[in-house]
């Protein structure tokens, strides 16, 4: 767990210790997916449309769950750092009510509307009944998910990644265990594949909430509460934390459409060498998730010296590794783009999709850190300028104006450049928001503790 202490000597080692719980986490968040994907593409195309279908909605849903994440861990670790755990507990409490309301009118909004839905996104009447079928539980499934991701919040919060990190192997795992069972054994089809996750999340809800509360972590006492400045204050933060959530489907859609006027072979390379880049980022997912309850415990006593120390670390860990992780990737092109593709035309498209891309990788993690500590230094606005800046103004421009220049290989340049730019500004804005944030504590001294 975090060192309460904010003059701890070694931040670096500490964060690692809070990181590479979250890092096998995410694995296996990421595992099985995969899996649950292969199971329900056993089914056939329909199965395999619903799930496709399914995948904007969930994806919906996961950006205002993780909104609210990111501000429950911003909000709650700069209340424990400003010495104030009683109004933490009872914070803790607000998060999980409100939010688990807020994600249950979503699906019930989602539920009646979709067919509508399943209309407007193309979707043929034949699919209605597996809609009805999957959805439901689906639904529910995503409602655990999100409380249970608010446990995790909250636990992160007080420094302890080590139990969301291994609830998500073991929630993993269950799923995957489950998955052929309710789908194939008990004749469930795609239903079964949401059932398995509705008793994997159910499982890991109860085993989290239950340490949270015999931690006194939490408490569903609010009373002596004033619950609309603090969900006002929650809001501040989850909003725009929201939106820079959203705005990544929203781009990589439109990448998508740039790549697709190369041909299908295009497309087939890009949607690999995406996944590919997914994975390659992982330890920065991990690390935004590690270094926002430290960060707010700097940001609560006053501490911005630490807060820009422990920042400074992560980067040059995030350029070093991922720069690392370019060379492994240009030495294995020529072998790892005929193992995931047949089609000679997607095999020399990924090729070159490698010998770019994991260049500007080392760019692109320092934009998602800047993005997540700007998130626990109270700054969220900043953050989501953050997010446009790396997207609209870097990213996609240049995708499209290296695709115009030079074809598909151009487009490969032009994102790599993106990237690298998209670092190079986020670093800029995230010091502009430091200075402000020195500014603050000398004026105030350390941060009072808030509702």
Same mark, same amino acid.
């Given at each position: 767990?975090?060192?309460?202490?904010?003059?701890?000597?070694?931040?670096?080692?500490? #964060? $690692?210790?809070?990181?590479?719980p979250?890092? $096998?986490? +995410?694995?296996a968040l990421?595992?099985?997916?995969?899996?649950d994907?292969?199971f329900?593409?056993q #089914?056939? +195309?329909?199965? =395999?449309? &619903?799930?496709?279908?399914?995948?904007?909605?969930?994806?919906?849903?996961?950006?205002?769950?993780?909104g609210?994440?990111?501000?429950? &861990?911003?909000?709650?670790?700069?209340?424990?750092?400003?010495?104030?755990?009683?109004?933490?507990?009872?914070?803790?409490?607000?998060?999980? =009510?409100?939010?688990?309301?807020?994600?249950?009118?979503?699906?019930?909004?989602?539920?009646?509307?979709?067919?509508?839905?399943?209309a407007?996104?193309?979707?043929?009447?034949? =699919?209605?009944?597996?809609?009805?079928?999957?959805?439901?539980?689906?639904?529910?499934?995503?409602?655990?998910?999100?409380?249970?991701?608010?446990?995790?919040?909250?636990?992160?919060?007080?420094g302890?990644?080590? =139990?969301?990190?291994?609830?998500?192997?073991i929630t993993?795992?269950?799923?995957?265990?489950?998955?052929?069972?309710?789908?194939? &054994?008990?004749?469930?089809?795609i239903?079964?594949?949401?059932?398995? &996750? +509705?008793?994997?999340?159910?499982?890991?809800?109860?085993?989290?909430?239950?340490?949270?509360?015999?931690?006194?972590?939490?408490?569903?006492?609010?009373?002596?509460?004033?619950i609309?400045?603090?969900?006002?204050?929650?809001?501040?933060v989850?909003?725009?934390?929201?939106?820079?959530?959203?705005?990544?489907?929203?781009?990589?859609?439109?990448?998508?459409g740039?790549?697709?006027?190369?041909?299908?072979?295009? +497309?087939?390379?890009?949607?690999?060498?995406?996944?590919?880049e997914?994975?390659?980022?992982?330890?920065?997912?991990?690390?935004t998730?590690a270094?926002p309850?430290?960060?707010?415990?700097?940001v609560?006593?006053g501490?911005?010296?630490?807060?820009?120390?422990?920042?400074?670390?992560?980067?040059?860990?995030?350029?070093?590794?991922? #720069?690392?992780?370019?060379?492994?990737?240009?030495?294995?092109?020529?072998l790892?783009?005929? #193992?995931?593709?047949?089609?000679?035309?997607?095999?020399?498209?990924l090729?070159?999709?490698l010998?770019?891309?994991?260049?500007?990788?080392s760019?692109?993690?320092?934009?998602m850190?800047?993005?997540?500590?700007?998130?626990?230094?109270?700054?969220?606005?900043?953050?989501?300028v953050?997010?446009?800046?790396r997207?609209?103004?870097?990213?996609?421009p240049?995708l499209?104006?290296?695709?115009?220049?030079?074809?598909l290989?151009?487009?490969?340049?032009g994102?790599?450049?993106g990237?690298?730019?998209?670092?190079?500004?986020?670093?800029?804005?995230?010091?502009?928001?430091?200075?402000?944030?020195?500014?603050?504590?000398?004026?105030?001294?350390?941060?009072?503790?808030?509702?």
């Open positions: 767990m975090i060192n309460a202490t904010v003059d701890n000597p070694r931040p670096g080692r500490e #964060l $690692f210790h809070l990181t590479w979250m890092l $096998f986490g +995410v694995l990421m595992s099985y997916q995969l899996v994907s292969a329900i593409g #089914l056939g +195309v329909k199965p =395999l449309a &619903t799930l496709g279908f399914t995948v904007p909605l969930q994806m919906f849903i996961i950006g205002v769950q993780v609210i994440g990111i501000a429950t &861990t911003a909000v709650i670790s700069r209340v424990l750092g400003a010495g104030d755990p009683v109004r933490a507990r009872r914070l803790g409490g607000l998060v999980v =009510l409100s939010g688990a309301l807020l994600i249950a009118v979503l699906a019930v909004i989602i539920w009646f509307s979709r067919h509508l839905i399943l407007m996104l193309g979707g043929s009447d034949d =699919l209605r009944p597996i809609v009805d079928a999957y959805w439901a539980p689906w639904l529910l499934a995503a409602w655990l998910g999100a409380v249970l991701y608010f446990g995790y919040s909250l636990c992160r919060s007080h302890d990644t080590r =139990l969301p990190g291994a609830m998500m192997v993993s795992l269950i799923n995957v265990a489950l998955d052929p069972l309710f789908i194939f &054994t008990f004749d469930w089809g239903a079964g594949a949401a059932w398995a &996750t +509705v008793a994997a999340f159910g499982t890991g809800t109860l085993v989290v909430y239950s340490r949270l509360l015999t931690r006194q972590w939490l408490t569903f006492v609010l009373a002596d509460l004033a609309r400045p603090a969900l006002a204050r929650l809001g501040g989850a909003g725009p934390a929201m939106l820079s959530q959203l705005m990544p489907p929203l781009a990589a859609m439109l990448a998508t740039f790549v697709a006027g190369f041909g299908e072979a295009a +497309v087939g390379a890009w949607g690999l060498g995406s996944r590919l997914f994975f390659s980022l992982v330890a920065v997912l991990a690390l998730m270094m309850p430290m960060i707010g415990r700097y609560g006593a501490r911005p010296d630490r807060v820009a120390l422990l920042v400074w670390l992560a980067v040059r860990f995030v350029i070093l590794l991922q #720069l690392v992780i370019a060379a492994v990737w240009l030495l294995v092109s020529g790892v783009a005929p #193992l995931l593709a047949s089609d000679p035309a997607v095999q020399a498209h090729w070159d999709f010998l770019r891309l994991p260049l500007s990788w760019g692109l993690g320092v934009c850190l800047m993005v997540s500590a700007c998130n626990a230094m109270g700054l969220p606005m900043r953050a989501l953050i997010s446009i800046v997207l609209f103004a870097c990213f996609l240049l499209w104006l290296g695709g115009q220049i030079g074809g290989t151009g487009l490969f340049t994102a790599m450049a990237n690298i730019a998209a670092g190079i500004s986020s670093w800029l804005l995230y010091r502009r928001g430091m200075a402000h944030l020195r500014q603050k504590a000398d004026q105030s001294g350390p941060a009072p503790s808030a509702s």
